[in-house]
């Protein structure tokens, strides 16, 4: 039977883009906000059990997404795929904890995906001919940074009941294979994340949040020792001294029952379990439309910190990172570019995953004359947190989501790709 509906739509944000409050108190208190309250002790989670928060009694919860990145995208989504004012396509925002694993959240956007299918068959154009919900309903997904991780790891994770459930899937600078950004806030803090110079406290909180560790580099070349020194980035032995002590004083501040080194191990171990199991996805598998059914949107055109040193210094392992670069120049070629958090390279999912020729790129370039907000935003922070601003990125967006959008789109492919393999339902041209 065919869907007569447009599918509904959840989107899911990145990384910190979700606002966190202590229920504990009576009312509950914001801990971490857009801009103003960022409590970084009250976010570090608990060394014997990294699913609380390590100042109890505490009940830390998400809230809503940031509305200055995703309210846009998601009006969108909710006027351009909607044919009839009184027959509305539900489009949700997910919010969630984005301290916690990823591999906890996607099993929590699996029960989100049973919510949004039951309250969209309580809607009557969403009914067959016998009022029934539709049978084979299943659910669009929009992915912003670490989103699309957590929806790449949902589909291997719950591959089974994922194939009933999800049709298409739009990923919007998701750091497929990690971004530099993810040691420095490990090494030196929280700054980027915050916009100021990183402090103690931020680098502690860094320090002990599961899902940074997800993001780490595994691109080629993304980490260069020195001859000698060791160069697995989920090894302890690679990282800094400095790391250990931190998580050491950690645990005896919090009278810890686990090791300093054997917390430091299981970050990188399930960090670890993460990335190789994302890298097994197998979109022929799970949906119905196999690579054709995702759209991979990269943000190229920034400065973007593209590798990282492991020196040796007073006789240790010691990360430097050298400064952000972009050589996204006139012939646009160059594979050394970035949307200033995911390098180019930490963008492109393995090619098991997804070929390079699939890739459609968008710069700076592609911000509208009247976009002044949005390129405030991306002035502000950084073009990778403004991508789903973009009115490029929400038209392809939205074109892939229902074709019968025909307005005209242009697009870049990736460095290097002289014919893009995009999917057939984009129908955009390439932009010289």
Known sequence: MTVAAQPPVIVLPGITATGLEDFYPIPPEEVWTAVLTKHFDRISLHPDDVRYEALEPARIQPRQPFGIIYEDLVDALRHD?????????????LAYDW??????????????IDEVLARTGLLPHYRDADNK???????????????????ADYLVRMRDAAKKKVRRVVSIGTPFQGSLDAIAKVTTGMGSFTEAPPRDREREAARTIPAIYQLLPTFSAAIQPDPGLPGDIFSVGTWQPTI???????????????????????????????????????LGNVLPEGRDGWMAIVGVGAPTRQLAKVIK?????????????????????SPVTGD??????????????????????????????LEIRDRVLAKTAGFHAALPTVNLVQRLTIRFLNPRFDTDLKARPAPGVTKPVWPPALKIEVLS
């Open 133 to 151: 919900p539709f049978p084979n309903m299943r659910v669009d997904l929009v992915g912003h940074s670490m989103g699309g991780l957590i929806i």
């Open 244 to 282: 250990l002590q931190t998580l050491a004083e950690y645990v005896r501040q919090h009278k810890a029952r686990i090791e300093a080194e054997d917390l430091f191990t299981n970050y990188l171990t399930a960090a670890k379990e993460f990335r190789v199991k994302g890298d097994s996805l197998n």
């Open 81 to 93: 795929l909607t044919r009839r004012h009184d027959r509305p396509t539900p489009v949700f925002l």
């Open 340 to 369: 200033g958090t995911v390098p180019f390279l930490g963008a492109c999912p393995k090619p098991s995953v997804l070929e390079k020729g699939r890739l459609v790129c968008v710069s700076p370039d592609e911000f509208g004359l």
């Open 99 to 112: 301290r916690q694993d990823c591999r906890a959240t996607s099993m929590q956007l699996d029960s989100f």
């Open 313 to 333: 210094y007073q006789g240790k392992p010691w990360f430097d990172i050298p400064e952000p670069l972009d050589l996204w120049d006139d012939d646009h070629q």
